[in-house]
């Protein structure tokens, strides 16, 4: 059997995941300090696991509407209302996905026709690259810098559109750079869409995840924006439930309905005990103003301090995040490119961090550290990689 000839050569080319491929390696080396993986070190609260586990008790373990539960639609409307200033009909402008990972895929599936660009940034995450690829688009980058704060500019942005380009990813906090997007950022970038048929596929799974005081900003509230969004989000990183799966999308009805038509054949539903405990956080969270999220964003500020200066001190230039869970430190102190520091970082002092180049072309020269790991940890970690910085220092 020739199996060249039979698989997808476009999806065949695809890499593994620049992520994954690095932690088959520290799967094997369970002494090493883990600052790699993007999952909060905290356990998902009890009273969201005691919904679900009510949920089963009664038997409601039958498929839900493709759309998902209309309770929990409604809840995720009166959450986007409160939180973000935007309104969704539950009805129709909101569906329930298995994380927001395969909202992303629905918005590209359903937007993307073959030869169509798609604009991301550079540094961005990795999935975003093959999903444009599956859905038989070409991703155009946009490239950011620590100069900017990682933001994506309007002029880099004015610069890869082409008229071939169908639409933006928007991923902001983000992942890998800890970058946001405030209201006056994300006004100029709106200026440059609002006039043009792209549109804007915007990843706030680290919404709740911003520092320094200042609110997520969901572009879908600027005006003459909602019409043209897709504003994607879930409970895995903000509500510690990563395991669940659970995410959805939001946006105008004639864009939700072809992505339900995508959904309804492949996925069907998102699991229902999740459901219900994703109801639950969102309900409880209503009503005493989100204090469970509010104690997970003060654990990770703090954390988020210790890292930058642990990392500064060690000697490596770091730009200070501003949302999300990581830190994007350069490695050009030491005079390695990525690749070579990760590996001879976890070679020599057991330390994991994910190399920079993973996220695309201008993430070389930096590494990804993930400070959702214990304090403990990362204590131990930074001293280590102070370490190592000072024996490999050019």
Same mark, same amino acid.
């Given at each position: 059997?020739?199996?060249?000839?039979?698989?997808?050569?476009?999806?065949?080319?695809?890499?593994?995941?620049?992520?994954?491929? +690095?932690?088959?390696?520290?799967?094997?080396?369970?002494?090493?300090?883990?600052?790699?993986?993007?999952?909060?070190?905290?356990?998902?609260? =009890?009273?969201?696991?005691?919904?679900?586990?009510?949920?089963?008790?009664?038997?409601?373990?039958?498929?839900?509407?493709?759309?998902?539960?209309?309770?929990?639609?409604?809840?995720?409307?009166?959450?986007?209302?409160?939180? +973000?200033?935007?309104?969704?009909?539950?009805?129709?402008?909101?569906?329930?996905?298995?994380?927001?990972?395969?909202?992303?895929? #629905?918005?590209?599936?359903?937007?993307?026709?073959?030869?169509?660009?798609?604009?991301?940034?550079?540094?961005?995450?990795?999935?975003?690259?093959?999903?444009?690829?599956?859905?038989?688009?070409?991703?155009?980058?946009? $490239?950011?810098?620590?100069?900017?704060?990682?933001?994506?500019?309007?002029?880099?942005?004015?610069?890869? *559109?082409?008229?071939?380009?169908?639409?933006?990813?928007?991923?902001?906090?983000?992942?890998?750079?800890?970058?946001?997007?405030?209201?006056?950022?994300?006004?100029?970038?709106?200026?440059?869409?609002?006039?043009?048929? *792209?549109?804007?596929?915007?990843?706030?799974?680290?919404?709740?995840?911003?520092?320094?005081?200042?609110?997520?900003?969901?572009?879908?509230?600027?005006?003459?924006? =909602?019409?043209?969004?897709?504003?994607?989000?879930? +409970?895995?990183?903000?509500?510690?439930? !990563?395991? =669940?799966?659970?995410?959805?999308?939001?946006?105008?009805?004639?864009? #939700?309905?072809?992505?339900?038509?995508?959904?309804?054949?492949?996925?069907?539903?998102?699991? !229902?005990?999740?459901?219900?405990?994703? #109801?639950?956080?969102?309900?409880?969270?209503?009503?005493?103003?989100?204090?469970?999220?509010?104690?997970?964003?003060?654990?990770?500020?703090?954390?988020?301090?210790?890292?930058?200066?642990?990392?500064?001190?060690?000697?490596?230039?770091?730009?200070? $995040?501003?949302?999300? +869970?990581?830190?994007?430190?350069?490695?050009?102190?030491?005079?390695?490119?990525?690749?070579?520091?990760?590996?001879?970082?976890?070679?020599?002092?057991?330390?994991?961090?994910?190399?920079?180049?993973?996220?695309?072309?201008?993430?070389?020269?930096?590494?990804? *550290?993930?400070?959702?790991?214990? !304090?403990?940890? #990362?204590?131990?970690?930074?001293?280590?990689?102070?370490?190592?910085?000072?024996?490999?220092?050019?």
């Amino acid at each position: 059997m020739n199996y060249d000839q039979v698989l997808c050569g476009r999806v065949s080319a695809v890499p593994p995941s620049g992520i994954r491929k +690095f932690f088959d390696v520290v799967a094997e080396m369970p002494s090493a300090i883990s600052l790699g993986v993007g999952e909060p070190d905290f356990n998902t609260p =009890w009273a969201y696991n005691d919904a679900a586990i009510y949920s089963l008790r009664q038997g409601k373990t039958h498929y839900t509407s493709n759309w998902g539960l209309m309770e929990l639609r409604r809840a995720i409307s009166r959450y986007q209302r409160q939180r +973000f200033q935007v309104e969704y009909d539950p009805a129709k402008e909101i569906l329930v996905t298995v994380g927001a990972s395969e909202g992303i895929d #629905l918005a590209l599936r359903a937007l993307v026709e073959p030869g169509d660009e798609v604009l991301a940034p550079d540094p961005t995450y990795v999935s975003y690259v093959p999903g444009i690829t599956f859905a038989g688009g070409k991703c155009v980058p946009v $490239p950011t810098y620590a100069k900017d704060q990682f933001r994506m500019t309007p002029q880099a942005i004015r610069a890869a *559109i082409t008229p071939r380009t169908k639409a933006i990813i928007f991923p902001y906090p983000n992942n890998p750079t800890g970058g946001v997007m405030r209201r006056e950022h994300i006004e100029q970038i709106a200026q440059v869409i609002r006039d043009t048929n *792209i549109m804007v596929i915007s990843d706030e799974i680290y919404a709740e995840l911003t520092y320094g005081g200042e609110r997520h900003v969901s572009i879908a509230s600027l005006p003459g924006m =909602w019409e043209r969004t897709i504003t994607l989000n879930g +409970f895995s990183k903000a509500f510690a439930m !990563t395991g =669940w799966r659970m995410g959805y999308a939001c946006g105008p009805r004639e864009v #939700l309905a072809v992505m339900c038509k995508i959904h309804q054949y492949t996925m069907l539903c998102a699991p !229902t005990a999740g459901q219900y405990a994703a #109801l639950e956080a969102l309900n409880i969270g209503l009503q005493n103003d989100f204090a469970d999220v509010s104690h997970m964003v003060r654990a990770y500020d703090r954390r988020r301090r210790l890292v930058v200066d642990g990392l500064r001190n060690a000697g490596l230039d770091c730009f200070e $995040p501003g949302g999300a +869970f990581y830190a994007f430190p350069s490695v050009a102190a030491t005079g390695m490119d990525c690749q070579t520091f990760c590996h001879k970082l976890l070679e020599s002092k057991q330390v994991a961090c994910v190399p920079g180049d993973a996220f695309g072309a201008l993430g070389e020269g930096h590494v990804r *550290i993930s400070y959702a790991a214990a !304090t403990d940890k #990362l204590v131990e970690a930074l001293g280590r990689i102070a370490q190592f910085v000072e024996e490999n220092r050019v």
